[in-house]
């Protein structure tokens, strides 16, 4: 997969993209990362991509042209790539939009900064993006997380370190605690079933853990998540003993 972000501050993704699992996706050839300065797509001497909003007001907006110029040189390079505006006015990105983007060959993202970007930009975009309902200083971090949770699910990508589909989400649940060593840490013990070595009383254990801490911390995923008649009968029970107690 080809993931291209259009920023102002192409300087701002040196590090992140450089380490850990996205550097990682990268070597293996699981993603290709290209980083658009903005800046490049002006016309002026001074490489101007911002300017004052009209009717006035603070701040400054970002130009539709330097804007749609990128976007249509993304597009006659690869007519297949998805333009995704990252705003928070869009819908709030998931693990199910993860997946969903992680299907694509060529992802566009688009950074804007300052006030925004000049709303005509929605006529030219496939679609927009939000990270939460919470005001950052530019689309760099939304862009960041998004290629981060897409480039996990990629194949090939997590190897050793991970399953991604146990993962928080993935299933439609909260995950299960870990535990590593040591075995008891200043009183507080390791589940005494995660040392025994049955492995199937273990992802019973897992699941039922996973169920519990959904139930009480996002009773929410509940109901999109995909349950077995065992997984129904045990939150039933919970159910029961809370309302026993
Ligand atoms: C300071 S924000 C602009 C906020 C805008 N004036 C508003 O009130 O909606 C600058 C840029 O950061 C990005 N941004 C900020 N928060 C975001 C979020 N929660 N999700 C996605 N992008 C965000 C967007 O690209 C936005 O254009």
């Not at 992140?16 to 996706?25: F, I």
């Not at 004052?52 to 042209?65: D, N, Q, S, T």
């Not at 333009?83 to 969903?100: I, S």
């Not at 030219?124 to 862009?143: H, R």
Request: hydrophobic share 40%.
């Amino acid at each position: 997969m080809r993931i291209d972000i259009l920023t102002l501050f192409p300087e701002f993704f040196h590090s992140p993209l450089g380490v850990s699992m996205l550097s990682r996706a990268q070597a293996k050839g699981a993603v290709a990362f290209r980083v658009i300065n903005l800046r490049d797509f002006t016309e002026d001497r001074h490489q101007v991509a911002d300017d004052r909003p009209f009717g006035g007001g603070p701040g400054m907006v970002l130009k539709i042209e330097p804007l749609v110029k990128a976007i249509r040189a993304a597009r006659a390079e690869d007519p297949r790539v998805q333009v995704t505006l990252m705003t928070p006015l869009g819908p709030v990105f998931n693990q199910a939009k993860a997946r969903e983007l992680a299907g694509l060959e060529h992802l566009l993202l688009i950074c804007g900064h300052y006030e925004g970007v000049d709303d005509r930009l929605r006529f030219y975009i496939d679609e927009e993006l939000s990270i939460g309902d919470y005001i950052l200083t530019g689309g760099e971090v939304p862009a960041l997380a998004v290629a981060d949770a897409v480039t996990r699910l990629l194949p090939g990508v997590l190897g050793g370190e991970g399953a991604a589909e146990e993962e928080s989400f993935q299933t439609g649940l909260l995950e299960y605690p870990h535990y590593t060593r040591p075995r008891v840490f200043e009183g507080h013990e390791v589940p005494p079933i995660l040392l025994e070595g049955d492995h199937a009383r273990i992802a019973r254990w897992r699941r039922e853990q996973a169920l519990s801490r959904t139930l009480a911390r996002r009773p929410d995923l509940l109901a999109q998540a995909s349950l077995t008649e065992e997984d129904r009968k045990f939150l039933q029970q919970l159910a029961a003993d809370a309302g026993g107690r």
